[in-house]
C-alpha cells in the first residue's frame, strides 16, 4: 500500500510538471478555438495537495497516485450550447480523446446541475516532439 506520505512528496516534486502541461494545453487548444469562431475562457488547474491526498484516502486505488487520473484539468467555458459542439470538434482533433463524458447524460430531464463534459485527453503523436517532456 501507497503512503499518504509517499503520495505527498511526489505531488510536490511534480506539480510544477502538471501545471507547466496545462499551460501548453491551452496552448495548443485556444488557437484551435478561435479559428472556429469561438469566443471561449479557458481556465486551468492542478488539484491541490489536499484534494489529492482526500482522494487518495476515500477511493480505495491500489495505486492512488497512479489510478488519480484528474491530477490537472483545463476547462473551457463557452457562451452559447450551440458552441460546444465546436470546442469539441478543436479537442478531437488536438488531442487523442481517451474518454469523454457528459455530465448531462446522467442527470434526469427535471433536474438542474453541472452541465460539464469532460474529456481525457493525450498529446497526439505529432505534438510529442515539441512537447517530449509530457510524454
Not at 506520505?5 to 502538471?18: F, L, Q, V
Not at 491500489?62 to 491530477?71: L, N
Not at 480523446?97 to 503523436?125: A, P, T, W
Request: aromatic residues 12%; glycine residues 6%.
Amino acid at each position: 500500500m501507497v503512503e499518504l506520505a509517499d503520495i505527498r512528496a511526489r505531488w510536490i516534486s511534480e506539480r510544477d510538471k502538471y501545471k507547466c502541461f496545462c499551460e501548453h494545453v491551452k496552448d495548443l487548444l485556444g488557437p484551435q478555438i478561435r479559428k472556429r469562431g469561438v469566443y471561449s475562457e479557458i481556465e486551468f488547474r492542478e488539484k491541490d495537495l489536499a484534494s489529492l491526498l482526500k482522494k487518495a484516502l476515500h477511493k480505495g486505488y491500489r495505486d492512488p497516485y497512479e489510478e488519480i487520473r484528474d491530477k490537472a484539468g483545463v476547462r473551457v467555458v463557452v457562451r452559447f450550447l450551440t458552441d460546444v459542439g465546436k470546442v469539441e470538434e478543436a479537442i478531437g482533433q488536438t488531442f487523442a480523446v481517451c474518454k469523454r463524458e457528459d455530465k448531462s447524460d446522467i442527470m434526469d430531464y427535471n433536474e438542474f446541475g453541472y452541465l460539464g463534459i469532460h474529456y481525457e485527453v493525450q498529446l497526439q503523436e505529432s505534438h510529442l516532439a515539441d512537447y517530449s517532456a509530457f510524454r
